[in-house]
């Protein structure tokens, strides 16, 4: 582009940035009294002092200081307008810029950068449409393929980064700060997809791609690429795994996967038709019922067959399937079908089968039947209730009501089969759910729903659809956990790198100290390894970190370096210094190539070639150190830089000589790794932090904030080195940090809570268990599956 093409760029995307600045500005002023009479409100309403004085200092900033405000606005949207286009700084993260060392924020930083990314992420998703057709216009303005959300200078990111650093300015208190913030937005976000539509129709009529055509959110999705749109139409799934293998709570002797052998003992039905009879006092061998005709009490409250009832009838098990396969389509006439009585039972409802087990339908049946009624009933009350089922999916698995009660009549072994089709679809429906956001739960239960109708009118006595169903939901599932997983491992890379540098120095000086310390070394090695080939060792570390081969090779090549230098007695010696001369010095010549040290070569090859000649004639290395071996710390040897410890201050940072580039291009997250807790470490006793260090790479955590507002998170990534805790949402995104102490501090104090890593129906089956054991008759507690958090 030449200079006049870019200046006639720049100046129609100044237009719009002034139309935008100008149509946000006077929604505001027209609100500015609205919003303080919400606060005014809240004020009243406040349950501490605390929130009591936000209100009143936010209503202060707006009855005497918004001309102010609007004024910082202008000012910041213009730097950062002129900052997006120079890109001077290269790739920014979304929200509030984070510093390029690996530092330590407090709390109210990481908050108000979750913050910025919350309100764009919901302005991008209200402003879809609009924001697609504005990313096209300007990348065919600017002329280049396409621009993400970090090349838009208008997008609704940088303008709530401008709102905060306008409050910042203003020398406002950070809570003071985020309240005005959140308040600009719910008073502006509803005009912006009409502000972006304005802009676009500026640019159409100047000439930028007049025509565009949007039809579908996948073709949004391809062209706005990496930017937050395309986290917003990628969200991400959960493919099922295979849970570890571990005991239950009330299974008895655990088999395979912790459940019940499958060959002596009894299976999980017959251990349920067992509790249950023992429970109500029911008569005749265990595992099994009272012979039909005996008498006494029956499931579903009513009496048994041949008891002498009024009405007494027999139904049979095909036709009690058949009469379930009619009712699962629909609400059926209760006058048109045998056995439902005067209940008109509505088969999507979360209580069908408690209104079925009131039906003489329920009496009339063989008492097996009855009793599996009553079963899958309790287990899918316990489904319902079970805290981590999320309540957008309830409503989707309450409709598998009838069809997994079918299943159960039809094969008891779905209760003890982990890998039954019915189950794992139902477990896979549960999980899916758990983590989903406003902006991809529509999708997921537009899939779901997809899913649970096919069920609904397919399957008659095959199973075969349930496993079809599966295919479909974990197809959909794959496909957006894949998009996740790509955000998600990359801000991982980043933390890791970032981490890695700042733990480099440390570990390096170790390793240098305890050469130098071990041996006498002469000062030309000394010094080559002290000032040159510690930046190699920075640099290798850094990039691989301690288990890598970059690590492990540069380790080498310098013990390799030292031994070559020896004295070498016996012909072997002096072979394998031959042999071994020509790769060992390219290897170190590669490595100074590697942190821009060329130069340092030449002189020091020079000087080692006399060392390897004496080496060579069994003569000591000349010029020894007279006073003992250098060290490259001021700390004694045998206090190594411990890894979760900041490196000494006296130690010379050996990463200012190295070329950073890209690590100054990627989004910088190294502010997202939080400083370990300055409290005293747990004890091996705490419960908390023993569950915390167990914890593994896809455990879903639940968060509580002091607002009451719950945010579940995925654990993506564990720090190696600090132990530190990455969490983001279904689409990788949304990403908090946490050191072990730390979250160990909120499980104890309630704040987070640790979903099972059991599927959903064993949890079902454990509950149901737990409650009509014999032993704790009518108890709900106890102990839960594996890897379950008390709340």
């Not at 088999?255 to 251990?271: L, Y």
């Not at 490595?591 to 069994?618: C, N, P, T, Y």
Request: net charge negative; hydrophobic share 40%; with cysteine.
């Amino acid at each position: 582009m030449t200079t006049a093409m870019l200046e006639d760029a720049v100046a129609i995307l100044s237009v719009c940035r002034d139309r935008l600045v100008d149509r946000l500005s006077a929604v505001f002023t027209r609100e500015v009294g609205r919003a303080n009479d919400e606060f005014l409100a809240m004020a009243d309403r406040a349950t501490s002092l605390e929130q009591q004085q936000i209100c009143f200092a936010a209503t202060q900033v707006l009855s005497n200081r918004a001309p102010q405000l609007l004024q910082q606005f202008q000012a910041s949207v213009a730097r950062e307008f002129e900052s997006v286009l120079k890109g001077a700084d290269g790739a920014r993260a979304q929200g509030m810029q984070l510093p390029a060392e690996l530092s330590l924020v407090e709390d109210e930083d990481l908050e108000q950068d979750l913050a910025i990314t919350k309100l764009t992420t919901r302005a991008a998703f209200n402003c879809s449409q609009q924001l697609v057709a504005l990313d096209r216009r300007i990348a065919a303005l600017l002329k280049v393929q396409r621009v993400t959300q970090d090349d838009n200078p208008l997008h609704p990111g940088l303008v709530y980064k401008a709102v905060l650093q306008a409050l910042t300015s203003m020398d406002l208190v950070p809570s003071v700060a985020l309240a005005l913030l959140h308040s600009f937005e719910r008073h502006t976000g509803g005009e912006l997809p009409a502000i972006y539509a304005d802009i676009n129709r500026y640019l159409a009529e100047t000439g930028i791609l007049p025509n565009i055509s949007l039809k579908t959110p996948q073709e949004q999705q391809g062209q706005q690429g990496g930017g937050a749109m395309g986290g917003g139409y990628a969200a991400a799934g959960f493919a099922p795994q295979a849970q570890p293998s571990g005991g239950m709570p009330g299974y008895g002797a655990a088999g395979s996967g912790g459940m019940p052998a499958q060959g002596g003992g009894q299976d999980i039905f017959s251990q349920l038709l067992s509790a249950i009879q023992s429970m109500h006092g029911g008569q005749g061998a265990q595992g099994g019922m009272a012979a039909p005709g005996a008498g006494g009490w029956m499931p579903g409250g009513g009496m048994a067959a041949g008891s002498g009832g009024a009405g007494a009838q027999s139904f049979s098990s095909s036709q009690l399937v058949e009469a379930l396969g009619n009712l699962q389509r629909g609400p059926v006439d209760p006058g048109q079908m045998p056995g439902l009585g005067s209940v008109q039972i509505d088969p999507f409802a979360g209580n069908a089968l408690q209104q079925l087990r009131a039906t003489p339908m329920a009496s009339w049946s063989h008492p097996m039947d009855a009793m599996t009624m009553d079963i899958v009933s309790m287990l899918f009350d316990a489904m319902f209730n079970d805290p981590d089922l999320p309540a957008s999916v309830r409503a989707e698995i309450a409709k598998l009501q009838i069809p997994v009660l079918k299943v159960a009549l039809l094969d008891k072994q779905f209760f003890s089969d982990r890998g039954h089709p019915a189950r794992r679809l139902l477990d896979a429906i549960a999980h899916a759910g758990i983590g989903r956001g406003d902006k991809d739960e529509p999708r997921l239960l537009g899939t779901i729903r997809s899913v649970v109708e096919t069920i609904l009118k397919g399957f008659d006595s095959d199973v075969k659809v349930f496993e079809s169903q599966l295919g479909v939901l974990d197809g959909f599932l794959q496909a957006e956990e894949a998009a996740a997983k790509s955000k998600a491992d990359n801000m991982a890379d980043e933390l890791e790198a970032r981490e890695r540098k700042e733990m480099a120095a440390g570990r390096v000086a170790t390793e240098v100290d305890l050469r130098l310390n071990r041996r006498n070394l002469p000062p030309l090695l000394a010094d080559f390894i002290t000032r040159h080939w510690r930046l190699v060792l920075v640099e290798a570390f850094v990039r691989a970190g301690e288990s890598g081969g970059a690590w492990k090779e540069t380790q080498r090549l310098m013990d390799e370096l030292i031994w070559s230098v020896e004295p070498k007695s016996g012909s072997q010696n002096r072979d394998r210094l031959v042999v071994m001369l020509p790769a060992m010095l390219k290897g170190l010549r590669e490595g100074l190539g590697r942190v821009g040290l060329q130069g340092a070569w030449d002189g020091f090859f020079s000087e080692l070639i006399q060392l390897h000649v004496a080496a060579l004639h069994k003569d000591a290395p000349p010029q020894l150190y007279p006073q003992g071996p250098r060290s490259t710390t001021t700390e004694p040897a045998s206090q190594p830089v411990s890894p979760t410890q900041p490196v000494s201050a006296s130690v010379a940072d050996p990463l200012s000589s190295l070329d950073d580039e890209s690590a100054e291009e990627s989004e910088d997250l190294s502010a997202l790794l939080p400083e370990p807790p300055s409290q005293p470490a747990a004890t091996p006793e705490d419960e908390y932090m023993s569950l915390v260090q167990k914890l593994e790479v896809g455990a879903w955590v639940e968060f509580n904030s002091e607002r009451g507002t719950r945010n579940t998170l995925r654990l993506n990534w564990v720090s190696e080195f600090r132990r530190v805790f990455l969490f983001t949402n279904r689409q990788g995104e949304n990403a908090m940090t946490l050191a072990a102490g730390s979250l160990a501090d909120h499980l104890r104090r309630g704040r987070a809570r640790l979903l099972s890593q059991n599927p959903l129906t064993d949890r079902a089956v454990a509950q149901v268990l737990e409650k009509v054991s014999p032993a704790a008759p009518g108890s709900s507690g106890g102990s839960r599956p594996p890897g379950y958090a008390w709340e």
